[in-house]
């Protein structure tokens, strides 16, 4: 390994002029190399150590560590964290609950520290082990393209990217590396371990493949270049469809236009299921490839229903919108008028009422009779004889089980539960849709559909109230 070559490629392809960078540092060889290089070549950094608490020797590494930083003259920073209680308290793996604490970490202080970036040691050698490991898991072309050399992890920052400068150094040459230049590292001996499955990997898997295939690590590096340069060819494609095929975008829900959704093709079908959920949970890694099936079979079969994915994440659909939205919140809030306490509001004063996520309910009592011949309703917009609704309040609710009414231009009342099933208005959205009546319970409009036949405007009216339901 070349310590000016490599440094050079940091400079031209990674790193900014003048930045601070956070480094990742645990004793090992890949990272006391990484370290030493970015130093000897005068890149400003912040070392951070991450003290697990799961083996013996880390105590001995961090002190070393330490050591090494106060050599080196560069600030350093430890946190003690206990990986074994977090990993039993949110079902992980230890693998990915310390993957998901040491990663906290760095970027927390990348994030205090003003920094450009977080640096890790990763090298040729995990890369293989990670596309191998995907592959026989049956991952995509995602998986395949294994780990970036810069990239951005969402789940643990959205600005600062992570960045690996040893990504196509083996690890032989990273310990050639401290070899020449005298630096002490410290050996992982639960690396050893083959109850784990990368360990199992790296000690029996990688050795009997590459005595079988020689040079075949080399051949899936050069894969990955590939196949990334592929990938980043089909993310540009899907960022156009996915703006073509959503309409809505929130915190909780998003909206895809069914038939849009359903006419691409199928690879982009379940690149857009993937999206979704990575969008609505960023700590989503990935999605099984029978709940990416078992999802579109539902849209491509059914009109209506609702299908659970992962992740609390669910789908609800109609004829023509898959609506996506994390369970045990308010996502109908963004699509549909939801009334969550019963309000009284004076029918005598212009007014505006506020149900919540932008919908607003405006009252124009008082409208000109000239106007009466003008006057036409719409869905979200009722004209009537303000005369005929006899009380000078009426109250904003949710309908009652049972509850019937007279919808304008019928000549029987029905029930308010078959009328919407006749709608075909979303399930979940029906309980709390609002409805507004006289004080003597009889329904004068629900908003989005119909007004009740008995108010409206004739030859006769003389008064004339609007009523709006408008989403600011």
């Known amino acids: ?6 440094c050079s490629e940091f400079a031209k392809d990674l790193l900014s ?11 090992g060889a890949d990272s006391i190399c990484l370290l030493h290089l970015l130093v000897t070549q005068g890149v400003p950094v912040f070392v951070g150590h991450y003290h697990h608490g799961l083996r013996e020797e880390a105590d001995q590494e961090l002190a070393y560590v330490k050591h090494f930083c106060e050599e080196l003259q560069v600030p350093f920073r430890v946190e003690y964290g206990d990986v074994a209680n977090f990993s039993k308290q949110n079902h992980l793996s230890i693998e990915e609950a310390a993957r998901i604490c040491r990663y906290r970490f760095l970027f927390s202080l990348a994030t205090e520290n003003n920094a450009d ?8 050698d995990d890369q293989v082990e990670t596309v191998l490991m995907h592959f026989f898991r049956g991952s995509g072309l995602s998986g395949l393209t294994g780990m970036r050399a810069k990239t951005v992890i969402s789940e643990f920052n959205d600005d600062i990217p992570l960045i690996r400068p040893l990504l196509t150094y083996k690890r032989e040459e990273i310990e050639q590396y401290c070899e020449q230049h005298r630096l002490k590292y410290f050996i992982d001996q639960t690396n050893r371990d083959v109850q784990f499955y990368r360990n199992q990997l790296r000690n029996e898997i990688i050795p009997y493949l590459a005595q079988r295939n020689p040079g075949f690590q080399n051949r899936i590096l050069n894969m990955t270049t590939i196949l990334q340069a592929e990938e980043d060819l089909i993310l540009g494609n899907l960022e156009n ?3 073509d095929t959503v309409f809505f975008q929130g915190k909780n829900a998003i909206g895809i236009d069914r038939n849009r959704l359903m006419n691409l093709h199928k690879a982009f079908q379940r690149r857009m299921v993937r999206k979704v959920a990575f969008e609505l949970d960023q700590k989503v890694r990935d999605f099984s490839f029978a709940t990416v099936e078992r999802v579109l079979d539902f849209i491509h079969e059914h009109t209506s229903g609702k299908v659970n994915l992962e992740n609390q994440i669910a789908c609800e659909i109609t004829d023509q919108v898959c609506y996506f939205y994390l369970e045990k919140t308010l996502w109908l809030d963004h699509f549909f008028p939801q009334i969550h306490s019963p309000q009284k509001l004076s029918i005598q004063d212009s007014q505006k009422y506020k149900l919540g996520s932008g919908w607003v309910l405006v009252l124009q009592p008082q409208l000109s009779s000239d106007l009466i011949s003008e006057i036409k309703n719409d869905e979200w917009q009722a004209n009537l ?10 109250e ?6 049972g509850e019937r009414f007279l919808p304008f231009g019928m000549s029987e009342k029905v029930k308010v539960s078959d009328y919407f099933a006749n709608k075909k208005l979303l399930k979940s959205a029906r309980t709390c849709w609002p409805i507004l009546s006289n004080l003597f319970g009889d329904i004068i409009w629900i908003p989005g559909y119909r007004i009740g036949d008995r108010y409206k405007i004739t030859d006769q009216t003389r008064n004339v109230i609007r009523m709006q339901l408008i989403k600011e």
Do not use: L, Q
């Not at 390994?1 to 490599?6: A, E, F, Y």
């Not at 970036?117 to 040729?124: C, R």
């Not at 904003?396 to 089980?401: D, E, K, L, S, Y």
């Open 117 to 124: 970036a977080v640096i890790v040691a990763h090298h040729a």
């Open 241 to 243: 469809i996915w703006c």
């Open 385 to 394: 004889d303000a005369d005929s609704i006899s009380t000078e309040y009426i």
């Open 396 to 401: 904003v609710r949710i309908w009652r089980p």
């Open 17 to 27: 002029e003048n930045g601070v960078f956070v480094v990742g540092v645990s004793g």
């Open 1 to 6: 390994m070349d310590k000016n070559g490599i």
